[in-house]
């Protein structure tokens, strides 16, 4: 039987298809799931691989949409797969989706290209006529997966992309689906302009769209005022500096260069550093801080839910992020851990890549170095230890900074209208700014 066209479905709901779910890393994405099931998006959650974090947030929780694994790997259900390929092949869409998939895996001979094809096959098999578009969060796997399946059923599709996803697929890929898709959010100036050159002429204007995840104020409400904030400079042992950084141990997050740049502080400087997040590179981290002598300076604290990290910003006296591009060209957008620890009024020492001088301005709402200058990383600490004065002035222009430009009700606002979905109040305050809160709203 073939499959229903886009007139015969409902066009009501959306499927949304993510790379795994529930993800403690991933709360950007929970949270835009939840604000638009509340803005009335009808959305069912596809997840190409189980869940690994033990725990959870809040938020999904709270989120209704239901959620369908696809087989993570092909021998692990094959008679789903079976089922699905007999399904797919005798509809008419078959044979050039087919095409298309060859092509893709002729430039790219992986087993994670064939797996795509076969998972692509088992969701557009199980695809419910309700479901009018296909949305992907990344445009690397979830967004070939996407791909195939929205043409085998003849659906529109549209892309989220972020980090990782954008850097370190293939030009060929990047401008291929960009040529394909109805259009695509990004979450950084750096990646809209980077993919906008990279859309066909034939399908440039409006394609690519600026939407950062911004922050929810709700959640993220200042928690200092003028008796809370700290005057530690670490020059007492028994009450050392409270620095913090949150983020995965992984290349791009420059952990070495922040553990080596600790180990050159001098004796006289007390501190101590908390980290939150997993990551393959943990271990290593760890060995690297044992051997550096700084180890007992150090508390690994893995994966935390959302409640653990707020309270974590609201401990710390400086937060710091030493992203890098990584040798794949990995590399971060906007980091929401940034925009998160200021918006508590953390001043936050950073490096000036990516999106991340979108955020900060250094000097003014917080501190940049160059990415893997390790020496003007450890410097950065000291200066800032020893001030506590302007540690307090540039977290209060942090905290403006974020409250005035990056509400997650407005960017939320501009997402929902790619789904067609009506802006509220503050969506259309922000409208009425020219390009935007603070001149940054922009599509291609």
């Known amino acids: 039987m073939a499959p229903k066209t886009i007139a015969e479905t409902t066009n009501g709901a959306v499927a949304f298809i993510l790379k795994g779910y529930p993800r403690l890393s991933e709360t950007f994405i929970a949270k835009e799931i939840e604000a638009l099931e509340r803005r009335g998006l009808d959305i069912r959650i596809i997840s190409l691989r189980h869940p690994t974090d033990r725990d959870v947030h809040p938020v999904h929780g709270r989120i209704r949409a239901p959620i369908n694994y696809l087989p993570e790997y092909l021998y692990q259900e094959p008679l789903r797969v079976w089922r699905a390929w007999r399904q797919v092949r005798r509809w008419p869409s078959y044979k050039a989706v087919r095409r298309l998939w060859l092509a893709d895996l002729w430039r790219d001979r992986t087993p994670n290209r064939i797996r795509r094809f076969g998972q692509a096959m088992v969701l557009a098999s199980e695809l419910g006529p309700e479901i009018g578009r296909l949305h992907a969060h990344f445009l690397h796997t979830p967004a070939s997966v996407t791909r195939y399946a929205a043409h085998l059923r003849a659906r529109p599709w549209s892309c ?16 291929e689906k960009l040529a394909d898709l109805d259009w695509l959010t990004t979450c950084s100036q750096a990646a809209h302009d980077h993919l906008a050159a990279l859309a066909p002429d034939g399908n440039r204007s409006g394609t690519v769209a600026l939407v950062y995840h911004g922050i929810d104020l709700d959640q993220f409400g200042a928690a200092m005022d003028s008796e809370t904030w700290s005057s530690r400079d670490g020059g007492e042992e028994a009450e050392p500096l409270r620095l913090l950084s949150v983020g995965r141990a992984v290349a791009k997050k420059g952990y070495d260069d922040l553990i080596a740049a600790l180990a050159t502080l001098p004796p006289s400087l007390h501190w101590r550093l908390e980290h939150i997040g997993g990551g393959n590179l943990s271990e290593k981290l760890r060995r690297q801080a044992q051997q550096a002598g700084i180890a007992e300076h150090i508390c690994w604290r893995g994966a935390q839910p959302q409640e653990a990290v707020l309270a974590a910003y609201r401990n710390a006296d400086i937060f710091i992020l030493a992203s890098r591009v990584a040798a794949d060209g990995d590399r971060d957008g906007l980091p929401n851990v940034l925009m998160e620890a200021q918006s508590q009024g953390l001043a936050c020492i950073a490096t000036a890549v ?5 955020l900060i301005t250094d000097g003014s709402s917080g501190v940049l170095v160059e ?5 003007a990383l450890a410097t950065a600490i000291s200066a800032l230890a020893a001030d506590p004065a302007r540690r307090r002035r540039l977290g209060k222009a942090g905290q403006d900074r974020v409250r005035n430009d990056f509400s997650h009700d ?16 503050e969506d259309l305050r922000g409208a009425a700014q020219e390009d935007g809160p603070g001149g940054l709203a ?3």
Do not use: Q
């Open 371 to 375: 990415g893997g200058d390790r020496a």
């Open 410 to 425: 407005y960017w939320i606002g501009r997402l929902a209208s790619k789904f067609d979905l009506p802006r509220g109040e």
């Open 354 to 358: 990516s999106a991340i001088p979108e």
């Open 442 to 444: 922009r599509e291609a």
């Open 160 to 175: 989220s992309a972020h980090a990782k996803d954008i850097w370190t697929t293939p030009e060929w890929e990047k401008r």
